[in-house]
């Protein structure tokens, strides 16, 4: 069943002329009325239906809340409907709100459709007063044995005392503290270690204790009126939707500010009527294994959020069995009813009233990424959800948590490991992972350092561009400064480094290369440091770590129970030119590898239905045979980008250097054969690792200066070597070159295709290289599938130039070398005048791949590099970005380009191939949105690729979801 009914708001009265119906009884709703009822009112409803023990009451719709917060002012009819439900509750119950003799008591709860830890609290025991409460303690007392009134006046002013607490602090905005206080000062006066200690008296006077607090701090008396203490909470719950807490928790969810929350008003149940009563909470599962079991707390003689409150210790819910046997036995069976209803671990709340158990709510509770896996796989075997289900209960986001490395749990789990590794800082999570390695302060040095083969963790304040190369040579960047939006933590979850950012507590001293932790710690270069980007805690020492047994399965070095034959994207619909996958599975490990625990099996069995079902190809971004190997392990289809530039650096810079400097075509020409069979070797390494599998090859793309020494410091060289008389011919023409060559905005000047365009023979050696490699790999007996990309096209006049050299090469490769090549050309979209003209472009291209980073840079007009460190945060902040254009795809500006580039470009040629491999590649809402806009492939990092298989599974269920649900609308509207 869907979650949301995406045809209308959910309220039936939208189709009508009939004004909005604002208020429902728990018995006119259900489970699939989030959207109106909040996650709590809607499962309150439907636990209703189920004929499970829920105190009755009703739900205020996020409707009304929402016309409350655009008006300022409640609804004219809200009030009437609320008394008109108010008098139906009173007439099941057999009696009134706040009746002094016998007073009927009700929560007013929020509840928004995502649970929101943000928002304001519940408000218990609403319709108490100082006469009722008297009311109250007789009600109690009768029919209870002698000496019950004792007991009975106790609950009856704890009753009271909570409600001006949480009225004061939740409605009038009293600081909470300042009732703790009072409840400290009267156990201190007693003597009495725990608040089970106070006596009706003493209760009795803390409640004039209380009044007096909200008297002068909210200027007003504790209302006696249960009907406006009931308006007044009502009230609050609305406006605590805009409370700071809210909105903070909102922005970092990524919540939509305008959805508004519902409000329940539920009938009390009291746990604080004695010890056999009490309060609790339970997992269906447990949440961290998924295993089935009785997990929870429970806490007698005690009211609402007394059990998470830690005042008094709770014991485990299993010990309730013998506290309170028959209710026990009746919460196992509703959490049964419950589990198979929902078909999904739930969480729930509970109260036992003198013996009778009460259900106050149920959600279908969050898990560990890991718990996920392992519950939708243990549902499919219960026969409750099928593996379609069982992939949607899944994401990416919790497949990347598990393929991280982590610190051995062991090593910290008691304080004798926080002791032998001192935690010494705590920051923000900012990118997964553990990471381990020497202190070092600059990148010059962690650079330095790595190549030496040191691990290194790079510690700065906070990072900026220049620091690009250290980042790279660290197993982890660790700063001072900064949110998840800092330089350090975006460029590190692009590279999927570990990351701990905003470590405030340390001093970073960068001079000195050292930084100080609380207690005086300081840490020197070179000392040896633990991060958990996944928690973002800093260890001092080294904190052992373990690979992710995900990851040693993907890599193929875990054997599974069964091999089973993998489904692939040939099952699917065949996608231009992409053939089957090798996923981490097809890996044969042998007979001595471990065997694969449920975690593993779950995620195998998870990413094999994906495969299945999925109509994207996914491949990957690498430079190297290395990396292409792994890719392939992780299921990658072929590479979607090889980054040529990556090539000429290293010892090859020095050839680099004299094809600048070239002197004439002869001179140009020599450097450029010296690089020839340099860039022939690396592609016919690709070849071979990809074999039968398309391999994408950019040829080179950034501005030529990146590839000459800084200009500063080759000035500094050749000044120097004036002075002392001994001028260095090769330094100044290079200088010379330097100079020439320096561009006040190199990404946006001399490169990709310009570059190809005016430094002759460039792209044809780059060709032709890649044409030999594919020759030779023929010869090998295998099946290279070469296609070449042109980056940085801005029209089509200019590919066609590129595309006439390119074939003159490839035809005089096949002449020499007597093999029948393909290769493919193609090229990139990632200016927006190539989106633009794409249907013109795609005359001289076999294909397309999006290059999203530049086109979200050009499209929006900055530049990466740049923006993040200096206004991003605050955009995030104003809610300008709800997440930044370069994490995830811009829909409405740069994926419209994409959707029009496809259209266009097939329009022009049917068979064009479509794919992408800007970073957005293995982002799980991109992958979503390429999906639907119909390209064939995503190419992502070799780690995300498994990450991209997944999300595309999914996009591919959500697609055939979305298309029935119309359907269904459809068929409903031709029924009517
Ligand atoms: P939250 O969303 O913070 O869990 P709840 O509305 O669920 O807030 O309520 C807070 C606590 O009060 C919970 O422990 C809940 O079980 C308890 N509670 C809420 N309504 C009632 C009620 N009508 N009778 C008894 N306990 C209640
Ligand atoms: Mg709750
Ligand atoms: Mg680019």
Known sequence: MLDSHPITSGNPKDQTNTPLKFVYDFSEGNKDLKDLLGGKGANLAEMTNLGLPVPPGFTITTEACRAYLADGA???????????????????????LGQEDDPLLVSVRSGAKFSMPGMMDTVLNIGLGDRSVRGLARRAAAGQPAGGEAAAERFAWDSYRRLIQMFGRTVLGVDGELFEDAIDDAKLAKGAADDLDLDAEDLRALVEVFKEIVRREAGREFPQDPREQMDLAIRAVFDSWNGDRARLYRRQERIPGDLGTAVNVCSMVFGNLGPDSGTGVAFTRDPASGHQGVYGDYLA???????????????????????DPASYDQLLSIMETLENHYRDLCDIEFTIERGKLWMLQTRVGKRTAGAAFRIATQLVDQGLIDMDEALTRVNGAQLAQLMFPRFDLAALAEHGGEAKHPRIAWGIAASPGAAVGKAVFDSYTAVKWSRSGEKVILIRRETNPDDLDGMIAAEGILTSRGGKTSHAAVVARGMGKTCVCGAEELEVDTKRRRFTAPGGIVVEEGDLVSIDGSTGKVYLGRVPV??????????????????TPVAGPEAGPATAGVTGPTTGSAVDPGADQPVADELVTAVHRIMNHADAVRRLAVRANADTAEDAARA??????????????????????????????????????AALEALRPLQREDFRGLFRAMDGLPVTIRLLDPPLHEFLPDITD?????????????????????????????????????????????????????????????????????????????????TVQELEIVREEAEAVLAEVRAATGEELEVALGTMIELPRA??????????????????????????????????????????????FGVSPFETIDRDGVGALVRRAARD???????????????????PDSVHFFHEA?????????????????????????????????????ERVTTA
């Open 835 to 880: 989106a633009l003209t794409a249907g013109q472009i795609a005359e001289a291209a076999d294909f397309f791949s999006f290059g999203t980073n530049d086109l979200t840079q050009t499209v929006w007009g900055f530049s990466r590099d740049d923006v993040e460190a200096s206004f991003f945060t605050a955009y995030l902040e104003k809610g300008i």
């Open 905 to 923: 470009g097939r329009a022009t040629r049917p068979d064009l191939k479509l794919g992408v491999c800007g970073e957005h590649g293995g982002d």
């Open 546 to 563: 373990v690979a992710s047994p995900v990851v040693e399965y993907f890599e193929g070095r875990i054997r599974l129970p069964e091999q």
């Open 632 to 669: 392939r392990r992780f299921g990658a289809q072929g590479i979607g980008l090889c980054r040529t530039e990556h090539m000429f650096l290293g010892e090859r810079r020095e050839l680099v250097e004299q094809l600048i400097l070239a002197d004439g075509d002869e001179e140009r020409a």
């Open 74 to 96: 409640e609804p004219p009819s809200l009030r009437d409907e609320v008394s008109a439900h108010l008098a139906t509750l009173e007439a099941t119950m057999g009696r009134r």
């Open 714 to 794: 080759l000035s500094v060289r050749v000044a120097l070597a004036e002075a002392r008389r001994e001028p260095q011919e090769n330094d100044l023409r290079l200088l010379q070159a330097v100079h020439r060559l320096h561009e006040q905005n190199p990404m946006l000047g001399l490169r990709g295709v310009r570059l190809g365009l005016v430094v002759p023979g460039l792209f044809a050696m780059q060709v032709r290289a890649v044409a030999e490699a594919a020759a030779e790999h023929v010869r090998e007996g295998g099946r290279p599938r070469a296609e070449v990309m042109i980056p940085l096209v801005g």
């Open 934 to 970: 119909g390209l064939d492939y995503v190419s992502c990092s070799p780690f995300r690729v498994p990450v991209a298989r997944l999300e595309a599974g999914r996009a591919a269920l959500a697609e055939r979801r979305a298309a029935a649900a119309v359907g269904l609308a459809a």
């Open 301 to 323: 003689n005690a009211q609402g959020e007394d059990v998470v409150a830690g005042i008094r210790n709770t014991v485990p819910l299993a010990e309730l069995e013998h506290i």
